[in-house]
């Protein structure tokens, strides 16, 4: 199951995002206790940025995007080849993983997940620049929602 870093880091400027990742990773963890009396499992990856054409549309182009990630430390920022995430997946479900995160430096964040971290709460109310960009994307939610009288 394909889960994401926003699993256990702040979903900041994408909530749905976050909690729909959340619920992945529950459901796979929920799928080993019960296929465990089977032989079975059920390994859940957690990615930080693919290097996607998706990616490069939701943050490259998107200047206020561009100040969120400014949040994370440089090191979590690097984007995974599409091919490294696939050859991540065929390793850890060849060695029952339960758990498959890459970049592995992503693995301490998971650890620390609600102590420590980009954008934990606590940096988030201190951090004037993070709440500057909160209030734009306030202001951008309802830019294409219609109207009505």
């Known amino acids: 199951m394909v889960s994401s870093i ?10 749905p995002y976050a909690m729909s990742k959340a619920a992945v990773e ?18 859940v990856a957690y990615f930080g940025f693919i290097d996607t054409e ?11 995007a561009d100040a969120m990630l400014d949040a994370f430390p440089r090191l979590l920022r690097k984007r995974l ?23 592995r430096r992503w ?7 609600g102590i420590l971290g980009p954008l934990s709460d606590a940096q988030v109310e201190r951090d004037q620049t993070t709440l500057e960009n909160l209030r734009k994307l306030d202001a951008r939610a309802g830019e294409d929602l219609p109207t009505t009288a």
């Open 81 to 103: 080849a599409p091919s490294a995430a696939g050859e991540a997946i065929v390793r850890g479900i060849e060695r029952r993983q339960p758990r498959i995160i890459r970049p």
């Open 54 to 64: 998706m990616v490069r549309q939701a943050i490259d182009r998107d200047p206020l």
């Open 6 to 15: 926003y699993a256990f880091t702040n979903g900041i400027g994408a909530v």
């Open 26 to 43: 529950q459901l796979g963890r929920a799928l080993r206790v019960e296929l465990i009396q089977h032989g079975a499992s059920a390994s």
């Open 107 to 113: 693995v301490v964040m998971s650890v620390l997940r």
